[in-house]
């Protein structure tokens, strides 16, 4: 049954993460995204919405947004960006939190939801947001206690770490995600599925080396450097090139590379993929490169990163999809690593209701 509700969406990069929500029924009447270029792209995808570009914390742009704020708009979806006070940042001294205004972005949604009657209002974002703290009522909270506070009149609140790959995703993709939602009204968590392994979710694709083209649509391998190709050719299913003895990344000057122990890595094909970050693209970043198969030689396939479609595929990423024209190979995969997998956020909202 389709859930029929409108919605307005903040902090929208491109609307990847949205993509799939048109198939339960919800209809997203405006967006806000700060960055023009991931503005476009979003009103590429969502050409009746309204989208309000610029700074949320400009009083214009934040009017612009309150506008779209009706009777019938009865659902809030927002990822701020991840600044707070956490162990883990840049800003460990109290002083320089205080002083970075982005820090306070938390509470520009609130603003919004003090501004409308929304009976669903989902917040999302990467599981450290629900450790960080944020400065409230001459205290430092956490978002669940502030929301709480704020809220729990007439909100249930609840916080969870859910992770993509188990709901039908074939990628390890742990987000944090708060629902809040009317006492009156219910909001389920979906049921966890059996894992997708890569070999299940991209097997079926034929082989590419560095460089190379297929006739399918997305599935081309990007270029590497010779150097890291002729380590990789070398490392096995689920290793890392820095281990090997002498097939090991170099520097141009021929200087043993150094580095993390899964960075220059393949992927399993018994796994799920690792997470899709903005940097998929890197041959050399974290977990990035395709699992290969052995060849008759002793060397393996496939010294690369993921395809553009392998990567549609594990972010469950309808694979047909259309993006605006000259659209880079590196903006699609950055956008496509600052969201939510679509069919993970569908799943969620799906149980609206339930």
Same mark, same amino acid.
């Given at each position: 049954?389709?859930?029929?509700? /409108? ?8 609307? !990847?993460?949205?993509?799939?929500? =048109?198939? *339960?029924? +919800?209809?997203? #009447? ?72 982005? /820090? ?8 919004? !939801?003090?501004?409308?009657?929304? =009976?669903? *209002?989902? +917040?999302?974002? #990467? ?228």
């Amino acid at each position: 049954m389709k859930l029929n509700l /409108n919605a307005i969406s903040l902090f929208s990069s491109a609307g !990847i993460g949205e993509l799939l929500l =048109d198939k *339960i029924g +919800i209809n997203i #009447v405006a967006a806000n995204e700060l960055l023009p270029k991931r503005a476009e792209c979003y009103k590429h995808f969502n050409p009746t919405t309204n989208i309000i570009t610029g700074d949320i914390r400009n009083p214009e742009v934040k009017d612009q947004i309150k506008k779209e704020i009706n009777e019938n708009v009865k659902l809030l979806l927002a990822t701020p960006p991840c600044q707070g006070l956490s162990s883990l940042g840049k800003n460990k001294i109290q002083s320089h939190f205080e002083e970075d205004d982005r /820090n306070y972005l938390i509470f520009d949604i609130f603003d919004i !939801i003090d501004s409308g009657d929304f =009976d669903y *209002i989902l +917040i999302e974002n #990467v599981p450290k947001f629900l450790n960080m703290y944020f400065p409230y009522k001459g205290e430092y909270l956490h978002l669940e206690q502030i929301l709480n506070d704020k809220y729990s009149s007439d909100y249930t609140i609840e916080a969870a770490v859910l992770n993509a790959k188990d709901y039908g995703i074939s990628q390890t993709r742990p987000r944090a995600i708060v629902k809040i939602y009317k006492n009156t009204l219910s909001w389920g968590w979906p049921e966890v599925e059996p894992e997708i392994p890569l070999i299940d979710a991209i097997g079926h694709l034929p082989s590419l080396e560095s460089g190379e083209k297929s006739n399918i649509p997305w599935h081309e391998a990007k270029e590497h450097n010779d150097r890291a190709v002729i380590a990789l050719k070398h490392t096995p299913t689920g290793q890392s090139a820095l281990k090997n003895e002498f097939y090991y990344p170099k520097k141009a000057n021929g200087d043993r590379i150094s580095g993390f122990h899964n960075t220059f890595k393949r992927m399993h094909w018994n796994q799920p993929a690792h997470a899709r970050t903005t940097y998929c693209g890197s041959i050399s970043s974290h977990n990035n490169v395709h699992p290969g198969r052995k060849m008759d030689d002793g060397t393996y396939s496939d010294a690369r990163v993921l395809t553009l479609l392998e990567t549609f595929i594990v972010s469950s990423l309808p694979t047909d999809i259309d993006f605006p024209p000259g659209t880079t190979d590196n903006f699609i995969r950055t956008v496509i690593g600052e969201s939510i997998p679509p069919l993970m956020l569908m799943k969620i909202l799906s149980q609206i209701n339930n």
